[in-house]
């Protein structure tokens, strides 16, 4: 017994399996973020674009939101943004949303183990290449029940159907199965269920044994969890909305998806890259143009709409600060400079250096290093009773001559501050220092012959290895030019255990496998750590006799060493920085590296 949040009432814990014995009602409780989100962005199209959007009245077989499903375009999108989703999405090409609600049921563990997906993706795509194509039944009785899913069990619903119509069990043994095959402590139970209905199909339908012991698997297997088809309907209908509001209105969509965080499969800096890429325009931090959440912005010049990373990114950043900040800003209009921005706003030292090292103030300095250097001498305003007094307006000292952060240091300031970077990506930076045979960019692989060996190298947005994969690992690489599936083996996940769960750069070697449908893996045999494989600057190149040119890439202080130095002065800005050696990159990026996707620790609401 624990207390509850309201005063005076407690809670029982009880499982879900001693609740069903006890004869209580068992509701399950779903709180989905997509839901939010598809909300915000209603809110938001009203707001940019004076229109209102009716998520029940919008066409359900509009061919673009299709074709943006059949083509796996889904990132973002409720329930089929997934890997395992996309690649099965060009197989099964949905047409219709009947089509989707079974796609959406498709990838769970029941259908898996039910030995469901291959059958009924192979059966599609007969029926598309011959209209005429007979579906197969292990027995006529089963046509009716299992018609719409071309002969497999893909909805829960399907095991009691099955049951009454091919084992003749009534209702009650039905759902009594249904019951036996959603508890783990069940296998006396399924052993039951088991030869009765092994009995009852040779009895009610006169099923030969063999046919019945085949229906059987497919029904045992389905014993993993598996969607009812009322819950496959709900979720396929708002995969399909929020597809729709992703192709009719992708900035309003990214802005929701980016304020619901933390929800879906990939983390803020993937959903950005990969609307860059889309074509959309994401802008940066900035105290006179960002709002408290991120914000949908026209673009000067009547050139659309772009999307304003908004102020509560910033890691560390004091939320009440932020907001009083944003809230000065519009009563008494934007901030003149650095001391100005640091007299009107009742903010701490630790919160402006903040939205210093995050770019925040970029348009009020020359460089971040700089904006540090004069916030660190500006005398910040003072909450007091409600309101702000204001420090006295002394002009701040022009900055010493401070040598501006390279590339690498951006990457490493924007993913230590806000975890997202929208001006550069850690694999173009990284890219020139490259030395690999057979490197191939994302983009190069659809040029590449099935069955080549290749090299990837990319940063890690997603690792799975759930439990129906048998050992089998399933990477992400994200480069500048977009994204790579990777399977990785059992065997060579056990050799590179540490890496392939925890280096946020790698490299993988392997061949690359490309599927009929056009899906391309890389089938992986070895995986290293990426900084193992940074040439040296030209300074280390010639001090070991290295004679051909070294393309050179500005190392880093480290993030928080640079911070420390903001304050001192570097004699000629415009010099060559520091080189940095790749295990110290390496070791930079495992500090900051943006949040990864994984089945076993979840970031999905």
Request: net charge neutral.
């Amino acid at each position: 017994v624990v207390p509850s949040a309201m005063q005076g009432r407690q809670m029982v814990q009880w499982d879900k399996d001693s609740c069903a014995d006890a004869g209580f009602l068992k509701i399950d409780l779903l709180g989905l973020g997509m839901l939010s989100a598809v909300e915000r962005c209603v809110e938001e199209i009203a707001n940019t674009r004076g229109e209102r959007v009716d998520l029940s009245r919008i066409p359900f077989d509009e061919p673009n939101t299709f074709e943006a499903i059949r083509a796996a375009d889904t990132v973002g999108v409720f329930q089929i943004e997934s890997r395992a989703q996309m690649q099965s999405l060009r197989r099964t090409r949905p047409e219709n949303l009947e089509d989707l609600f079974i796609q959406v049921a498709i990838v769970r563990p029941g259908p898996i183990q039910g030995g469901a997906i291959n059958p009924y993706i192979e059966r599609r795509g007969r029926l598309r290449e011959n209209p005429s194509y007979k579906i197969p039944y292990e027995h006529p009785s089963l046509e009716p029940v299992l018609r719409g899913t071309l002969g497999t069990i893909i909805f829960q619903d399907q095991v009691m159907q099955v049951s009454e119509a091919f084992a003749g069990f009534s209702p009650g043994e039905a759902d009594g199965l249904r019951r036996a095959m959603s508890r783990k402590r069940s296998k006396e139970a399924m052993q039951h269920h088991r030869e009765g209905f092994i009995a009852g199909a040779m009895r009610h339908v006169g099923a030969e044994e063999q046919a019945a012991r085949r229906v059987w698997e497919m029904v045992a297997g389905f014993a993993g969890f598996g969607f009812p088809k009322a819950h496959a309907a709900a979720f396929g209908l708002l995969a399909y909305q929020s597809t729709w509001l992703r192709v009719h209105y992708g900035p309003e969509f990214l802005c929701a998806l980016l304020n619901e965080q933390p929800m879906g499969f990939y983390a803020p800096d993937s959903l950005v890259h990969e609307a860059q890429r889309r074509g959309i325009a994401v802008l940066g931090l900035d105290v006179n143009a960002s709002g408290v959440q991120c914000t949908v912005e026209k673009v000067s010049g009547g050139g659309g709409l772009s999307v304003r990373l908004g102020l509560g990114y910033v890691k560390g950043a004091v939320a009440d600060e932020v907001r009083e900040l944003v809230a000065e800003r519009e009563r008494s209009g934007p901030f003149r400079d650095l001391g100005d921005l640091a007299a009107r706003a009742a903010t701490r030292r630790g919160t402006l250096e903040q939205l210093a090292w995050a770019g925040a103030c970029d348009s009020l300095a020359e460089n971040r290093r700089q904006a540090l250097w004069q916030l660190g001498i500006a005398a910040p305003g003072e909450a007091v009773a409600g309101a702000v007094q204001l420090a006295l307006p002394i002009e701040l000292p022009e900055a010493p001559r401070l040598r501006p952060l390279d590339r690498w240091q951006r990457v490493l300031a924007d993913y230590a501050t806000s975890g997202v970077t929208v001006s550069d990506h850690v694999m173009a930076v990284l890219r020139p220092r490259l030395s690999v045979p057979m490197l191939a960019t994302s983009a190069q692989l659809a040029r590449l012959p099935h069955g080549c060996s290749v090299a990837v190298a990319g940063m890690v947005i997603a690792r799975q290895r759930p439990g129906t994969a048998k050992g089998t690992m399933f990477l992400l690489f994200e480069d500048e030019w977009g994204v790579v599936n990777l399977i990785v083996p059992g065997t060579v996940y056990e050799r590179h255990r540490a890496l392939a769960r925890a280096e946020p750069l790698l490299l993988a070697r392997g061949r690359l496998e490309r599927s009929p449908s056009g899906v391309l893996n890389v089938l992986v045999r070895e995986l290293a750590a990426l900084e193992r494989f940074l040439a040296p600057g030209e300074e280390e190149a010639a001090g070991m006799g290295a004679s051909g040119r070294v393309t050179r890439l500005r190392g880093t202080d480290g993030v928080g060493e640079a911070a420390e130095g903001a304050g001192e002065a570097a004699e000629g800005a415009g010099e060559a920085a520091e080189e940095q050696d790749g295990a110290e990159m390496g070791a930079d990026m495992r500090t900051v590296a943006p949040p990864v996707q994984s089945f076993a620790s979840g970031r999905r609401r």
